[in-house]
């Protein structure tokens, strides 16, 4: 009966009230988009970027915008920065990080002409083969790419 006056209570609320005692109680994340870009001979798109530490090589990719979807965001960003239009885009898989509070999802896809840099983030944009990535990737991001080419196989030693 508690609990039942409790709902009733709240859902009398003005809901500008309850929408922002759920955003005060409840954990918050950024949440980005990164795409693997493989083209028609096999080589997946890598940017070497200004601001990210180390060598600067990383996947395409960026935040998405409040509103926007996942997919639109990640076409967003690879139009942005490199001012390439995407074929196709597929979900690959998601991940979490504690530090930063970050969820990112992870875009399989294919490209719609050419890619060079608009941004003043990306230095420069280069097609690798899976088999002789950049030097200084980070390995997290080494195993996504195989992981996503190889649907998720791992391949025997």
Do not use: Y
Request: hydrophobic share 40%.
């Amino acid at each position: 009966m508690f609990k039942d006056l409790i709902g009733g209570i709240w859902r009398r609320v003005p809901r500008v009230l309850r929408r922002m005692t759920m955003r005060a109680t409840h954990a918050r994340f950024t949440v980005t988009a990164a795409a693997i870009v493989m083209d028609e001979q096999g080589r997946v798109l890598m940017l070497k970027h200004r601001f990210r530490p180390g060598t600067g090589w990383g996947l395409p990719g960026g935040f998405i915008e409040a509103g926007e979807q996942p997919d639109e965001g990640v076409r967003r960003e690879l139009r942005e920065e490199v001012g390439l239009e995407l074929a196709s885009v597929e979900v690959v898989t998601t991940r979490a990080f504690k530090k930063p509070r970050q969820i990112e999802i992870l875009f399989r896809c294919r490209p719609k002409g050419n890619a060079s840099p608009q941004s003043i983030e990306i230095r420069k944009a280069s097609w690798f083969s899976i088999d002789a990535l950049p030097e200084g990737l980070p390995a997290d991001q080494r195993r996504l790419i195989k992981g996503a080419l190889n649907d998720g196989v791992k391949q025997a030693d």
